[in-house]
């Protein structure tokens, strides 16, 4: 499951993006459909080489400047790597980002995580936590309100995770470290959105305040959680719309489907969408990794 599969089921989202973009998801190593399954004895890349890995699939597709969208720890890396291949980014569309190395809180809770995922496996406390730490209270529920379809969904991709992508997505991100320094090079217009109810809320702030102001953008969404783009894709569309105003880039009035597909997602079930309904056999482009990291 994306994390931005409910903003290209937002219809006027995905007008504004499917009509201007070519649109390349990258996943982390072992997270592609069909990879093969890791080893817990397989080196853990660091974030560096994460980014580095960024620049080889551009190479691979034969791309130049490209704008980046990422969610949390996927914005921590798409900013890494603009801080380190500025010429490659047009822009950065930033989604409850990270910039700083994890407070001990946070490193004490990353760490707790990884040995309960390795002793217990995705047990119910796990699930818990990790909804919260994604979305808002409204549509986690309580014992009054019942869950939002997107919890439910989240629920149970969760339960078919690897556990070893969990634990070694813990270590990566306890092994992050302080970009705030490089944010002050960066010269490519940042678009960065955060929830109200984000534990990122701060970070988010932290990184707009050091960001220079004559080329970033700061969207707070109030009642919503680290996913904006699933809790409330719609509430990114102005704001979106604006931004790329300064590319020259525009959503068509009338939108009846992305020029490079005659079907409108508006109008296409989520499980039809996978590689394997499409016909489409997906092979990873292999990466490296670098020794002794």
């Known amino acids: 499951m994306s994390c931005f599969q409910g903003l290209f089921f ?7 993006l499917l009509h201007n973009f070519c649109v390349y998801h990258i996943s982390p190593p072992g997270h592609e459909l069909g990879a093969a399954a890791i080893c817990a004895n ?13 620049l080889e699939v551009l190479n691979y597709f034969r791309l130049g400047a490209v704008m980046c969208m990422g969610v949390t720890a996927g914005a921590y890396i798409l900013t890494l790597f ?14 409850s980002p990270l910039c700083k190395a994890p407070s001990w809180t946070e490193w004490l809770r990353n760490k707790v995580m990884s040995n309960l995922l390795y002793y217990y496996g995705m047990c119910g406390l ?12 409204e549509v986690c529920g309580d014992a009054e309100v019942p869950e939002s379809d997107i919890v439910q969904a989240c629920r149970r991709v969760s339960a078919s995770n690897s556990i070893i992508l969990l634990i070694i997505f813990s270590l990566l991100m306890n092994r992050r470290h302080d970009i705030t320094d490089g944010l002050k090079t960066l010269r490519c217009r940042t678009l960065i959105f955060v929830g ?24 707070e969404v109030q009642a919503c959680g680290s996913m904006v783009t699933e809790e409330q894709p719609h509430a990114m569309l102005v704001p979106l719309e604006y931004f790329f105003m300064g590319y020259g880039l525009y959503r068509p009035r009338q939108f009846n489907g992305s020029p490079r597909s005659p079907l409108s997602p508006s109008c296409i079930a989520p499980e039809l969408l996978s590689p394997e309904s499409m016909g489409l056999k997906l092979k990873p482009i292999k990466t490296r990794i670098s020794p002794g990291r």
């Open 42 to 54: 397989d080196p853990v890349p660091s974030v560096n080489d994460l980014a580095d890995q960024i």
């Open 126 to 137: 796990l699930k818990d936590f990790l909804l919260f730490r994604y979305f808002s209270k």
């Open 196 to 219: 109200d109810d984000s534990p990122f809320h701060s970070e988010a702030l932290h990184m707009a305040a050091k960001m220079e102001r004559r080329y970033s953008a700061l969207v």
């Open 82 to 95: 603009a801080t380190k291949f500025r010429e490659r980014v047009l822009g950065l569309i930033l989604v």
């Open 10 to 16: 937002c219809p006027e989202a995905a007008a504004l």
